[in-house]
């Protein structure tokens, strides 16, 4: 989380949840602001307020308080409201109050400077580094230390602390850098066969096919992520799941929790993944190899042999089942059940809310974790949001690591206009800020483009342009969006291209997807290209990298098999060599997006961050010339003359300046960023730039879009031109047969 520098003062402040300070009078209270009066009113005794008095614009009190959870309130002339330096809230007899915790060891404040870790404290506070005292502080020099992640236990003067960080060359990593690869670890690698679990007697693509964790530091150790440009693992959850079969959705098949969403204990690795050891290893090996690794953690429900929901009843809502009569995914979101045997916690029991955020600390430390990924967010009270995260960050991120909290509000499209979308973009940002998430799945961005442009073909690149703009406008300050192709609860991406109708498809009975047309793996790099390319923390579902096919759950989880054929191991290849540009480049990875030239079948972005800009172009057309100045081709086949580019049909450039050139100020020469109707630079126009397949409201998505009379009247004053134009397109189709030729020959020798 970007809150490193905040943090440091914040800790230093006291102000942590206990938000008050404690003092030997007992907890004080403070409110700053302008009031006549000013009140405290809390759980100790709801019927009795205490005065609170007022000195150079801060009021204040003190209350004697025991160990414990207490709600209250200010009462600010006569209004309720939540302590504003307080972020963590709670229930009291049904009504939302600011929360406090009384009694809990206090944090021992440190910082890292100039290369040393600095701890404020009397005594040691870890015996077992080489601290050194310098006055009221502890120091440790960190160049002594090994490259690599370091979580320190710090224990001084009654105070505690963990303090994170990374050294060597992964220590400036941020959260943008990151590409995401989701694992389901059961459908993943087989790494240890002594683990499989006896079948649950669930339909056999829902069961259990031996996949575990040992799998996933296999892979590590070969260097198949590091080699495909993957710096951080998405893990499905750890958590034991229950052994037998259950009723799916569709109330005909029987599945099991292979998929680890279904928890039965709070604090236990599933022995079929391979125990609390092998998860512990393949953390090691992800950190050695300068890999995150973020876990899926379950707020909303558990499975009905939970311990919780055998002990603790009462945690749990007594709700109608969600997406049945009467009982709307939306509407009854709080308390609705995914299933009748997955009974879904209610956050307003303030012991239930507790405990689930005890247990997701605990996985976080005890096995060194650098994210969670929080799974169905909107289902679950905001304040579960914010308390976590609250809690999450003053435990995990006090030395001014990172700690990425990702969510999962699934929403869907709403139509062409920002307007129809509004009520998305709201619901999605509601969880995400300094007291929240640090960013969440694009579900948005998903249906406009992956729907629409890279699937079915019904948009066009305009339309592709439009929603990768708004992804970046949209989402609150600081947000590190997460944009995808495909995902665990969607059919596989390349089958969706494929679009033979099988791609919607479940279990054997029915025709599944079979292996995808040549021309579908051809497209998928579109898609692949524009992802690696893009602002936000790309994730990639695991095969989608090299073109798994299949259907919707279950059939988008069949278990992979890494012997790839010809068609694979190409997608893959390309794949691998776009994630790796995008680590060696910062604008493909922090970089700001602008639109370079939009048209139906074209797209041109320039990716900027710093002195570095490159500029990406994806070709889903015939061949094209763009006018530019960008001089050194980095990706693709694309021909460089005269200041401009011969692109080749069906392909992906990416083009880098090698040398800084004076700005042209000739307004001829210069291209219009983000204008989808200049005819100057390109030379494939069939279409006009008019997607007929658009909406009536089609202008809303494209700002600066030049209207039918001034493009009539752009084209009257070229027409001077059009026997240099003409020739120009005949040079440039010369060009690209030439290298076409050229590349075939090459081919058959």
């Known amino acids: 989380m970007r809150r490193a520098i905040f943090l440091v003062l914040l800790l230093l402040a006291m102000s942590i949840p206990n938000a008050q300070a404690e003092t030997e009078e007992g907890v004080l209270f403070t409110w700053a602001g302008s009031a006549s009066s000013v009140e405290l009113i809390g759980e100790w005794d709801w019927n009795n307020t205490t005065t609170m008095s007022e000195s150079g614009g801060v009021w204040s009190t003190t209350v004697q308080l025991t160990e414990g959870l207490y709600c209250y309130k200010f009462i600010v002339d006569g209004e309720y409201i939540f302590d504003p330096d307080n972020s963590y809230r709670g229930y009291c007899d049904g009504i939302e109050n600011s929360v406090i915790r009384v009694g809990e060891t206090p944090h021992l404040?440190?910082?890292?400077?100039?290369?040393?870790?600095?701890?404020?404290?009397?005594?040691?506070?870890?015996?077992?580094?080489?601290?050194?005292?310098?006055?009221?502080?502890?120091?440790?020099?960190l160049t002594t230390l090994q490259d690599g992640k370091h979580s320190i236990a710090l224990n001084a003067d009654g105070k505690d602390s963990l303090a994170i960080f990374w050294t060597g060359p992964n220590a400036d990593f941020e959260w943008d850098d990151a590409l995401i690869y989701m694992v389901m670890t059961d459908r993943f690698v087989n790494g240890n066969a002594s683990n499989?679990?006896?079948?649950?007697?669930?339909?056999?693509?829902?069961?259990?096919?031996?996949g575990d964790l040992e799998g996933v530091t296999q892979m590590i150790e070969a260097g198949y992520f590091t080699e495909l440009g993957v710096n951080a693992l998405w893990i499905s959850p750890f958590n034991t799941n229950p052994n037998g079969s259950y009723l799916a959705a569709d109330g005909q098949h029987q599945v099991s929790g292979y998929h680890g969403y279904w928890p039965v204990e709070p604090r236990q690795v599933d022995p079929r993944f391979g125990g609390e050891q092998a998860l512990e290893e393949m953390v090691e090996a992800a950190h050695s190899a300068g890999i995150r690794v973020m876990a899926d953690f379950v707020v909303n429900h558990v499975h009905e042999d939970h311990v919780y929901a055998q002990e603790h009843p009462e945690w749990f809502n007594q709700g109608c089942i969600c997406g049945t009569s009467e009982c709307d995914w939306t509407e009854r979101r709080l308390d609705c059940l995914f299933m009748d045997y997955m009974p879904d916690l209610d956050w307003k029991n303030r012991d239930a809310s507790e405990q689930v955020i005890s247990d997701a600390l605990w996985w976080a430390e005890t096995f060194d974790l650098d994210g969670l990924r929080v799974d169905a967010v909107k289902h679950v009270d905001d304040h579960a949001i914010t308390n976590l995260a609250t809690r999450i960050n003053e435990r995990m991120e006090a030395t001014g690591t990172d700690f990425y909290l990702k969510g999962e509000t699934a929403m869907g499209w709403s139509g062409h206009s920002l307007e129809d979308n509004a009520e998305q973009y709201e619901t999605i940002n509601r969880y995400i800020g300094d007291d929240g998430l640090d960013g969440q799945a694009d579900f948005v961005l998903y249906h406009a483009v992956v729907d629409n442009v890279f699937t079915t073909g019904s948009m066009d690149y305009q339309h592709l342009d439009y929603w990768t703009n708004r992804s970046q406008d949209q989402y609150s300050d600081g947000a590190i969006m997460v944009p995808y192709l495909g995902s665990h609860d969607s059919p596989r991406y390349l089958s969706r291209i494929d679009n033979d109708g099988t791609q919607w498809n479940q279990w054997q009975e029915q025709s599944l997807p079979s292996t995808p047309a040549a021309t579908s793996y051809e497209s998928a790099k579109q898609g692949i290209a524009w992802l690696l390319t893009t602002p936000g923390a790309p994730m990639l579902y695991m095969g989608d990298e090299f073109g798994q096919h299949g259907g919707a759950d279950p059939d988008n989880r069949r278990m992979l098999n890494f012997t790839l054929d010809t068609q694979q191991q190409d997608l893959?290849?390309?794949?691998a060599e776009i994630a790796n540009l995008r680590l060696e480049h910062e604008a493909l990875r922090r970089g700001v997006y602008s639109t370079f030239h939009a048209e139906t079948d074209l797209l041109a972005y320039e990716m900027t961050a710093g002195e570095e800009s490159l500029l990406v172009i994806l070709n889903r057309g015939a061949v094209a010339q763009l006018e530019s100045d960008y001089d050194e081709v980095i990706f693709g086949d694309a021909t460089l003359f005269d200041n401009a580019l011969a692109i080749s049909a069906?392909?992906?450039?990416?083009?880098?300046?090698?040398?800084?050139e004076e700005t042209q100020t000739d307004d001829t020469n210069n291209t219009d960023n983000g204008n989808?109707?200049?005819?100057?630079?390109?030379?494939?126009?069939t279409t006009n730039n008019t997607d007929n397949t658009q909406p009536d409201d089609n202008n809303s998505e494209e700002d600066g879009q030049v209207d039918d009379d001034e493009s009539a009247a752009s084209d009257e004053s070229d027409s001077s031109n059009w026997v240099r134009n003409l020739l120009a397109i005949g040079v440039l189709i010369a060009v690209v047969v030439f290298i076409q030729m050229n590349r075939k020959s090459e081919d058959n020798h």
Do not use: R
């Not at 009397?122 to 009221?136: K, L």
């Not at 989808?676 to 126009?685: C, E, F, I, L, V």
């Open 650 to 660: 069906n392909s992906v450039t990416i083009v880098a300046k090698s040398t800084v």
């Open 196 to 210: 499989d679990g006896a079948p649950s007697g669930a339909e056999a693509e829902a069961d259990w096919m031996g």
């Open 109 to 141: 404040s440190h910082q890292i400077v100039d290369e040393k870790l600095v701890v404020s404290s009397v005594e040691n506070p870890n015996s077992n580094y080489a601290f050194t005292q310098n006055g009221q502080t502890w120091e440790l020099d």
């Open 572 to 575: 893959h290849n390309f794949t």
């Open 676 to 685: 989808s109707s200049d005819t100057n630079n390109t030379t494939n126009q």
